[in-house]
């Protein structure tokens, strides 16, 4: 599975960015997603999760009411949309599916569990 992310950029603390994953494989519907972000000298975090089939998500509680994951199955895409951006949002955000179609990603999957994209920088800051 490969994975590309998109929509990164800068914008004032407050604002608002969609992110956009886009996977390759034909049984995309099968796997469930996640994004995650490593600021600079920090290790990378888990952000929110999605079921494969769209039906249920999780989400870390840094960003639970500010940040919605959803997915287009018929768009081989997931998309991460980030309101009321602070400055300790900045980081390299990326996307990641499960390596086993049906498992759920979650804050304990093991990253060695994970096909993951290329990151994409977001900038919170005036």
């Known amino acids: 599975v490969q994975l590309q992310a998109s929509g990164g950029g800068v914008v004032q603390p407050g604002g608002s960015l969609r992110l956009s994953c886009a996977a390759s494989?034909?049984?995309?519907?099968?796997?469930?997603l996640g994004w995650f972000r490593q600021a600079p000298g920090k290790e990378r975090d888990f952000l929110a999760a999605i079921s494969w089939r769209g039906d249920s998500s999780n989400y870390a509680d840094s960003v639970k009411g500010r940040f919605t994951i959803s997915r287009d199955n018929a768009r081989n895409t997931v998309y991460l949309q980030m309101n009321s951006l602070k400055p300790e949002d900045t980081a390299v955000y990326f996307c990641?599916?499960?390596?086993?179609?049906?498992?759920?990603?979650?804050?304990?999957?093991?990253?060695?569990?994970?096909?993951w994209g290329q990151g994409t920088q977001v900038t919170v800051s005036s």
């Open positions: 494989t034909r049984t995309f519907s099968s796997y469930s």
């Open positions: 990641a599916a499960h390596i086993i179609p049906g498992t759920r990603v979650s804050a304990t999957t093991r990253y060695a569990d994970l096909y």
